[in-house]
């Protein structure tokens, strides 16, 4: 499914919503045993997605950005940084290529249109016709091991050459070596053929893949040991990924394709009730449709490479507040239990979505949707699967045991309370009977709320009975 495809109803659309008996009522937390079939949360689940037009700055992504650095830490110690985006479809490389008529016809293109431009910082803003260097890739080495996350790197399949993909392929693996996990061929590929710069009209994947294969070929003739991960869609899991599952079985190491929770920005009906709505088919579809393409690929695993809340660019007073924190520790917890690799949010510079703002008065400032990531982030190494609850509250809540750890070991529930109601939950025996109980809490003033947005632990308090999850936030208990 593309996002770009998918019809939102008009703003009289009736959300789910708690109903009045929810916070008068207690709703029994009952769990179920994990097996086999349940999913461990990865420490590198959790990454960032920027525009690759972001290293035409080499100080960006350098060891000697501090605020950045302890910003990426704050957020995972081990998390994957995925460089790509609408920019990496024109951005220029300082070795081959440099003078290609498409080339240099796409850049600019890019320079002129491109509304990504607001997604990297104030530095390249002011340089939109820089370039690529080794340099910048040299930094960049540094950063990730400052901040022990590794990188999946996407090449410019829309207006760049498969000569010049192999040169740039062959400096990044000399220079990145082991922190690289692949290449991407290709940003949303699958929408090529709405911009005549890159391909005609119609292209479709048989198109695409003839050319990725020999681009895939070109750039394993000077990197013999080149991993690849694709096909990095603006949706269409059940079209392309599908068949590039099939079709990449057994070489591909990653499936990636994008997802955004709504949009487009432009939209007025994209609100926090939107966003933040009980059900949302369009996510439900992906999932089933990345199992299938999983199995189609014998088991290579799926990461949602580029995502947030709303695409083009983020909705003002929705994404850049407090909602898309609730969005976001619901979304990474839901798709790590139906067992995706990872997930990455997109962001960078000013832009309205941006976990991280870089701007001139901000180096490295959070933004709310930074700590709803934190709030998943608890749930590393654990085992998790969905806790299903009698009510018609909009709460979900989730399940989490330490991997390899006994049914004394270390165990954590998750609440995320979307709705405009407090909840209260009997939790479980093995809850009850906790000496100690440790609670998180993720909240915000109000769903609108900019600043103020903070996710950490509460004070132990004594075993109970009876707890409640207030409205509009996050919860987290653990015991062992």
Known sequence: MNRREFVYGAASTAFASLHASG??????????????????????????????????????FSQDNLPLVKAFRGLNMSGVLRLGGHLSNITDWEGV????????????????????????????????????????????????????????????????????????????????GDRLIAFAIGNEADGFGEDSFFRAAGYGFQQYIAEYETWAKTIREKVPHAQFAGPDTDGKVDTWVLEYARRTRGDAILLTSHFYGMGPASDPHMTAERLLQKTNSELEAQIAAVAAARDAAGGTPYRMAEGNSCFGGGRKDVSDAYASAL??????????????AGVNLHGGGVGVYTPIESSETAAALPRPVYYGLQFAQMFTGYRIAPCVLDTSAN?????GFKAGASKSGASMLAFVNKG??????????????????????????????????????????????????????????KVG
């Open 97 to 176: 290529g440099r003078n290609d008529p498409k080339q240099v016809r796409g850049v600019r293109h890019g320079i002129e249109d491109y509304w990504e431009w607001p997604l990297v910082d104030p530095v390249v803003q002011k340089n939109k016709h820089g370039i690529l260097t080794r340099k910048a890739i040299e930094n960049l080495r540094g950063f990730l091991d400052a901040v022990n996350w590794r990188l999946i790197y996407g090449l410019n399949f829309a207006c760049g050459s498969a000569a010049r993909a192999a040169d740039e392929a062959s400096a990044v693996t000399a220079i990145v």
């Open 327 to 340: 969005w976001a520790a619901d979304y990474v917890l839901k798709v790590a239990c139906a067992g995706f």
């Open 23 to 60: 916070a008068s009522s207690n709703v029994a937390v009952k769990l179920t045993p994990l097996g086999n079939e349940s999913h461990v949360m990865p420490a590198d689940f959790i990454g960032l997605s920027y525009e690759m037009g972001q290293l035409y700055n080499p100080r960006f």
């Open 420 to 477: 405009s109601d407090a909840v209260r939950l009997t939790l479980p025996e093995s809850f009850k009977a906790a000496e100690r109980l440790q609670r998180w809490e993720l909240r915000g003033s109000s769903l609108a709320a900019k600043s103020g947005v903070r996710f950490g632990p509460l004070p132990q308090t004594k075993h109970t009975t009876e707890i409640e999850v207030a409205a509009d936030s996050g919860a987290i208990f």
């Open 395 to 399: 709460i979900t809540a989730y399940q």
